[in-house]
C-alpha cells in the first residue's frame, strides 16, 4: 500500500517551465491519492492559462496502458514545456522515459503503507521513500535506480557505465547525467547537498 | 599538521597509502610506514578497503601519530550512519588527527562480507558538508557542540580516467560545495588523459595530487583493466611489464612506468598520491626516478 501526498504548492509551482500538461493517475487500489487537492491545483493552474491538457486516468506505472490513454493528447502534450505528473514514484519514471525529452515534475511525494504494493513493471521502482527526487534527476529515481542508493552524484565505481555490484546494471548516475544533459538540465545538480530524511520512510511515522 | 596549509604554500605535496591489518599488530605497517614513508608529507590509512574488514584506520592513524608521521584519516560512508561517522570525527579531533579524506565506500557486496548491510546514510558529498558542519561547531541537527569545534583539512577523490568523466566533474563541484579542499585522483596511467581532465577541474580552485598505482606485473594490469572501475593501463604499459617478467617483478619496471606519468603530470597538479599496494619500499624510487 502507498499514499501519495501532494508536494508544497509553491515547490512544484517553481518547478514549472512555460506550458504545462498534467497527467494524474488515480492509481491502483493500493494507492490512495489526494483527489481533491489535485483538482484544486489544476483548476489554480487552468485559471492562469498555462494548462495545454489534463488527463486523470489511472495505472500509469505500466508503459503500454500509459502509451494507450495518452494517444488522444499527444497534440497538447507537444505543446507543453512540462509534464507534471501527479502520481507514485513508478508513474513519473514511466512517463519520464516515455518522454525523455520533455520537462518531467513530480508533483507528489509517495509513502509507504505497510501491505500489498502496486502491481508494477520491474524496470521502473519506487522506495516510497516521502521525498520525491524525481525533479532534480530527470525522472530516473537515485534511490532504485543506484545500487547505493545515492542523492548527491555518481560515486567511482562506474566502469563503463556498468555499476560495480552488477555488470549487468547501468550506473544510474551516468543514466541520470545522460538525461539531464540531453534535457539542458544539468544545473538541476548544483542543487544543495541533498540529506535523506529517514523519518519521512512510512506515513505512519510521520507526526 | 593540516596538509592544506602546504597545498596554500605552494608546496608539492606528496601523500602514499596504507591498510591496516586483518588482525591487531601494527607493528610491520609502522616499521614500513616509517622506513619509507617518513620523507613524505601524509600517509593516507584506508577504512576497510575494498569492503574487506581489517582494523579500523582511527587506531591506525593514532599508531602513525605515535612515531612521527602525519596520518589522513579515511572514512567511508558504508559501514556508519551519520550518527557513527560525526561520533568518529569528533574521536579524530580530540587524538590530534586533522586531515580527513571523504568517501562514499566501495559496496559491501564487493568485499569478503558480501551479506552486510550497506548503510550509505551519507555518501562523500552529504559527509563532507557534515565535517563543515562540525566544524562550525553544530551538528548535523543543528544541536551545538560543547567546547572548540574540531578542524580539519577536508579531502576527497575523483576519477579522472573514468569514463563517466561528465558525472565525476559534476561529482567534484559538489564535494567543492560541500566543503572539499583537497583532492586525490583515482590512479592514472593515461597522462593526456589526466591533463585534459585538469584542463576543466582547474576551474574549482583546488588542490589535486594525482593518483599513482606501481603497476607488478602485466596480470595486475589486466586485472585493473577488467575490474577497476576509473583505471585504465594502456597497451604499451602492459607490454613492458610483459617483456621481462623478471624486471616487474623486481619492480624496475613499475617503478619506471610510475615516475614517468608523474613527471608528465606534475606541471599540470599540487601533488602526487601512491597508492603502493604493499610495495611501500619502493615509493622512494619513485620518488627519486620521477625527479621529487
Not at chain 1, 498555462?50 to 486523470?56: A, K, R
Not at chain 2, 569514463?163 to 583532492?183: C, H, I, P, T, W
Not at chain 2, 577541474?201 to 606501481?214: C, D, E, M, N, S
Request: hydrophobic letters at 40%; charged letters at 20%; a negative charge.
Amino acid at each position: 500500500m502507498l499514499i501519495t501526498e501532494l508536494k508544497n504548492k509553491e515547490v512544484i509551482q517553481c518547478q514549472l517551465r512555460g506550458k504545462v500538461f498534467v497527467l494524474v493517475c488515480h492509481g491502483c487500489k493500493e494507492v490512495h491519492f489526494p483527489e481533491q487537492e489535485a483538482e484544486e491545483l489544476i483548476q489554480e493552474l487552468s485559471a492562469a492559462g498555462s494548462v495545454t491538457g489534463t488527463l486523470v486516468t489511472d495505472y500509469i506505472c505500466n508503459p503500454e496502458i500509459l502509451t494507450q490513454r495518452l494517444q488522444k493528447h499527444e497534440a497538447a502534450i507537444g505543446d507543453a514545456d512540462t509534464l507534471l505528473v501527479l502520481s507514485c514514484g513508478v508513474g513519473v519514471q514511466t512517463a519520464a522515459d516515455k518522454y525523455p525529452g520533455k520537462r518531467v515534475i513530480p508533483g507528489c511525494d509517495t509513502y509507504r503503507l505497510p501491505g500489498f504494493q502496486g502491481v508494477t513493471p520491474l524496470q521502473y521502482d519506487c522506495q516510497q521513500c516521502g521525498e520525491c527526487y524525481l525533479n532534480l534527476t530527470g525522472g530516473i529515481c537515485p534511490l532504485t535506480a543506484c545500487s547505493k542508493s545515492l542523492v548527491n552524484g555518481q560515486c567511482g565505481g562506474a566502469k563503463n557505465g556498468k555499476c560495480e555490484v552488477d555488470p549487468n546494471m547501468d550506473c544510474g548516475w551516468e543514466r541520470i547525467q545522460k538525461r539531464l544533459e540531453s534535457l539542458g538540465r544539468l544545473d538541476a545538480l548544483k542543487c544543495p547537498v541533498q540529506l535523506r530524511n529517514y523519518a519521512t520512510d512510512s506515513e505512519l511515522d510521520k507526526e | 599538521m593540516r596538509i592544506t596549509e602546504l597545498f596554500d604554500n605552494g608546496e608539492f605535496v606528496v601523500t602514499a597509502e596504507v591498510g591496516p591489518p586483518k588482525g591487531i599488530h601494527v607493528g610491520h605497517l609502522v616499521d614500513e610506514a616509517k622506513e619509507y614513508l617518513s620523507g613524505i608529507t601524509a600517509v593516507n590509512v584506508t577504512d576497510n578497503q575494498s569492503s574487506v574488514m581489517r582494523m579500523g584506520s582511527l587506531p591506525t592513524c593514532v599508531a602513525l601519530k605515535n612515531v612521527g608521521l602525519t596520518p589522513i584519516l579515511q572514512l567511508t560512508c558504508r559501514d556508519r550512519n551519520r550518527i557513527a561517522l560525526q561520533s568518529e570525527l569528533l574521536g579524530a579531533a580530540m587524538l590530534g588527527i586533522e586531515n580527513i579524506l571523504c568517501l562514499t565506500g566501495d559496496h559491501t557486496k564487493m568485499g569478503d562480507h558480501p551479506g552486510a548491510k550497506p548503510v550509505f546514510d551519507l555518501d562523500s558529498v552529504s559527509l563532507l558538508h557534515t565535517a563543515c558542519q562540525l566544524e562550525k561547531g553544530v551538528d548535523l541537527s543543528g544541536q551545538a557542540l560543547v567546547g572548540e569545534p574540531p578542524k580539519f583539512a577536508k579531502g576527497a577523490v575523483v576519477s579522472p580516467c573514468s569514463n563517466s568523466v561528465d558525472a565525476q566533474l559534476v561529482k567534484m563541484e559538489r564535494k567543492v560545495m560541500a566543503g572539499a579542499e583537497y583532492f586525490q585522483t583515482q590512479a592514472v596511467f593515461d597522462s593526456e588523459k589526466f591533463i585534459r581532465f585538469m584542463e576543466k577541474a582547474k576551474q574549482f580552485g583546488k588542490p589535486v595530487q594525482l593518483g599513482v598505482i606501481i603497476p607488478k606485473s602485466a596480470g595486475m594490469a589486466k586485472f585493473m583493466n577488467n575490474h577497476v572501475a576509473g583505471v585504465h593501463v594502456p597497451q604499451r604499459m602492459i607490454d613492458a611489464l610483459a617483456a621481462d617478467k623478471e624486471r616487474a617483478k623486481a619492480g624496475i619496471t613499475g617503478v619506471e612506468i610510475a615516475a614517468q606519468i608523474i613527471k608528465e603530470c606534475r606541471p599540470y597538479c599540487q601533488g602526487v598520491h601512491i597508492m603502493a599496494l604493499g610495495w611501500e619500499a619502493k615509493v622512494p624510487e619513485v620518488l627519486k626516478l620521477a625527479g621529487i
